[in-house]
């Protein structure tokens, strides 16, 4: 019998010893063979016991001075020894069927170049964290983006998202390194170089991880925010990866306080107070939802908050990225594909 495919999975992380441990236990418990996995820490050089617990538990452990995602993700790339190359991130916990539901994808067409599935809400998260992971999986506010989303079917997308991404490691060489330049939307922007030399992304529903969400409203604020100025930053790399979602969500600040201001200033307080009715309906709506979803008040009441900070928190991202870009972070990683 032709042996199972080695499989090296690359976790970056930092700062993330409450977490990592979790993630490494489940990746002991895979119901795959553990002389054909490797798991690889790279370390962006944290100030806790992050390396330490990693090495405990068996993983191999590997420095990245330059400490963000990007550049972990090159470097673990670059230490790999597999035929597939899994990224996930620390925390998260997958499912012990991860890497054997994933094989199949890659038996019979060698173009599939990535297999990656959901990355559901853990049962034990918080009420704040379930909220959130709800509101990720609602269509209108994903903009086309699989992120989080929890579909039955396997599908062709334009991307997978790096907490949940199995690679043909034959492909990824073809477009690695990942661009370290750009605050987030790495992932995103390497999903669309395999896409333009032919190949396919899957969505596969049984390929699936858990994820936890940020945990706090200021934690999630700074997620969106830097998701924003990423998604412009790769915008401007290759136009595709922008589209109308992302900029009207980009505007909507900026757009809505004009609106109100004008409204005002014109004394129309009958479309104001019918926007502000449509604006309470439409919040009431998916907390009705995500009560119904999780069978909890709490996480109901949570969900407004959830969406405010989510599409505050992207706009004035976007905003401040079109009014005063970043520079790049860091040069990309020397090491050639």
């Known amino acids: 019998m032709t042996p199972l495919p080695f499989v090296s999975i690359i976790i970056p992380a930092k700062n993330e010893e409450k977490l990592l441990r979790g993630c490494i236990s489940s990746l002991h418990q895979l119901d795959y063979p553990k002389d054909r996995i490797e798991i690889i820490i790279v370390d962006g050089l944290s100030t806790d016991n992050t390396a330490g617990v990693a090495r405990e538990m068996g993983a191999k452990v590997i420095s990245n001075a330059k400490q963000t995602v990007s550049p972990g993700r090159n470097i673990g790339f670059e230490n790999a020894k597999g035929d597939l190359i899994a990224f996930t991130d620390a925390d998260c916990i997958v499912d012990p069927h991860w890497l054997s539901n994933c094989i199949k994808y890659f038996e019979n067409d060698p173009t599939v170049a990535c297999a990656g599935g959901p990355n559901l809400t853990p049962a034990d998260e ?4 379930k909220a959130v992971g709800f509101v990720f999986d609602q269509p209108i506010f994903a903009a ?11 599908k062709e997308v334009s991307s997978i998202p ?18 370290e330049s750009m605050l987030t939307g790495d992932d995103t922007l390497l999903n669309r170089k395999i896409l333009d030399l032919g190949c396919k992304l899957l969505y596969t529903p049984d390929v699936i991880v858990f994820h936890y969400r940020r945990p706090t409203p200021r934690k999630l604020w700074r997620q969106f925010y830097r998701y924003a100025i990423g998604r412009l930053q790769i915008g401007k790399k290759d136009k595709r990866l922008l589209n109308l979602a992302h900029v009207l969500i980009g505007l909507s600040l900026p757009l809505g306080l004009l609106t109100v201001f004008i409204l005002v200033w014109s004394k129309s307080f009958l479309v104001l107070s019918c926007i502000m009715i449509f604006a309470f309906l439409f919040l009431l709506y998916f907390s009705i939802k995500g009560m119904i979803k999780w069978k909890s008040v709490g996480v109901g009441l949570q969900v407004p908050l959830v969406i405010v900070l989510i599409m505050t928190a992207w706009s004035v991202g976007f905003v401040r990225e ?3 870009p970043m520079p790049p972070l860091v040069p990309l990683s020397p090491f050639a594909p």
Request: aromatic share 8%.
């Open 126 to 129: 918080s009420n704040f964290g």
């Open 322 to 324: 079109m009014v005063f």
């Open 162 to 179: 790096g907490c949940n991404a199995i690679y043909r490691q034959s492909i990824l060489a073809q477009v690695m390194p990942l661009d």
């Open 144 to 154: 086309g983006s699989i992120h989080a989303r929890e579909l039955n079917e396997v």
